[in-house]
């Protein structure tokens, strides 16, 4: 393992450290059962620059396998553009908030298969895609080798400057009062594809606009799940605090007032040299 590798494991297991030791990290079972309905997406859509990019690369030939793909954000426009595409994903609520979406889209060339990428016995498939999932991999190089092997022509990988859980970095030092250590993202990942001989190009995209949600209660529900927060505890309080510093507030809904940072997509074709 090298360097940039090596950084990368140390950086997820301080992370993954840090909230054992301030929050306990409780067991929540499938962490995404409350939120998986926040990652749907029109199908249709046309105004999406990640996708719009990535359906350049299929044809009506194509398969397509999309890890972590969940609630079919990414899948369900591509499988209007292409033969097949499967999602792997480990979240049951988020495979079913897929079906949920095909079925209302009317799409039936997606399978679903639910398990974890690194306990998935994938067949290859034409391209490989992934959108914000590295982040809190710790074992970072066989993931991608993985990602790498089961593509026949292309690798395509969003992630962002920053990782999405950094938007909520300030809530968490309200609540825990210390500074949040962050997980990898797009800069540390480019060296450790470089360390692996992997010389990929790098589209990048305009920021998503906030995610915005319709009452501060409604934030503050998902806000306390992501942080793992019991309402009525002194963290708790303190969340309600930042939020009422930290949240915007509009007719139109809530939003955290923080810059959204960009993605980028990460892609190689496996011809290259």
């Not at 929540?28 to 939120?35: I, P, T, V, Y």
């Not at 968490?172 to 360390?195: G, K, T």
């Amino acid at each position: 393992m090298g360097a940039a590798a090596d950084a990368w494991k140390q950086q997820v297991e301080s992370h993954h450290a840090q909230s054992i030791r301030v929050r306990g990290d409780r067991p929540q079972g499938d962490m995404w059962s409350a939120l998986a309905d926040n990652f749907r997406d029109d199908a249709r859509r046309t105004n999406d620059p990640i996708v719009n990019l990535t359906n350049q690369w299929l044809t009506p030939e194509t398969t397509v396998i999309d890890v972590g793909g969940g609630a079919g954000r990414y899948a369900l426009p591509f499988a209007l553009a292409c033969k097949h595409v499967t999602v792997v994903d480990p979240s049951p609520a988020m495979l079913k908030a897929l079906e949920g979406s095909a079925r209302e889209a009317s799409i039936e060339n997606v399978s679903r298969v639910e398990v974890s990428w690194e306990d998935a016995e994938a067949e290859p498939h034409d391209v490989a895609f992934c959108a914000n999932v590295v982040y809190g991999v710790t074992e970072i190089v066989p993931f991608l080798r993985k990602l790498d092997g089961v593509a026949r022509e292309l690798v395509a990988l969003v992630v962002y400057m920053e990782a999405p859980l950094s938007t909520l970095s300030p809530l968490w030092q309200a609540v825990y009062q210390e500074e949040r250590i962050e997980l990898p993202a797009l800069p540390e990942l480019l060296p450790v594809l470089w360390e692996m001989g992997i010389y990929p190009s790098v589209s990048m995209m305009p920021p998503r606009p906030p995610r915005r949600l319709p009452t501060m209660e409604a934030a503050l529900t998902i806000a306390r799940r992501m942080l793992r927060v019991d309402d009525g505890s002194e963290e708790g309080r303190r969340l309600i605090e930042a939020a009422d510093r930290l949240a915007d507030v509009t007719p139109e809904g809530v939003t955290l007032r923080q810059a959204s940072p960009p993605p980028g997509v990460v892609w190689w074709r496996k011809d290259a040299p």
